[in-house]
Nanobody, 118 residues
Framework: QLQASGGGLVQAGGSLNLSCVAS????????MGWYRQAPGKQREGVAI???????QYTDSVKGRFTISRDNAKRTTYLQMIHLKPEDTAVYYC??????????????WGQGTLVTVSS
């Protein structure tokens, strides 16, 4: 129901664009968010976009990451620029609950690995 793609290996300072396709059931009624889990760390929220297009970002990615959504394609995007080694993680998408990063509505789907080399 949630499938992320677009990850890869990139040098520091580079860019990547991630995509997440969701089922109609999930996408049409939900805010959408990107999350990531770095090796040895807990999963954290990265960015959220509401059904109306309002966005919020965790502080560490502000000014570098942009979240967007295409309702016709049921797809959520994460444009990442000026990548840093600390952005290395498996990236996932999900639907946030209660408007913040703390809780999600669905089981985790397939993530996509982003590796940023120094």
């Amino acid at each position: 129901q949630l499938q992320a793609s677009g990850g890869g290996l990139v040098q520091a300072g580079g860019s990547l664009n991630l995509s997440c396709v969701a089922s109609e059931t999930i996408f049409s009624r939900s805010d959408m968010g990107w999350y990531r889990q770095a090796p040895g760390k807990q999963r954290e929220g990265v960015a959220i976009i509401s059904r109306g297009g309002s966005t919020q970002y965790t502080d560490s990615v502000k000014g570098r990451f942009t979240i967007s959504r295409d309702n016709a394609k049921r797809t959520t995007y994460l444009q990442m620029i000026h990548l840093k080694p600390e952005d290395t993680a498996v990236y996932y998408c999900n639907s946030p609950a209660y408007g913040g990063f703390g809780f999600v509505r669905h089981s985790w789907g397939q993530g996509t690995l982003v590796t940023v080399s120094s």
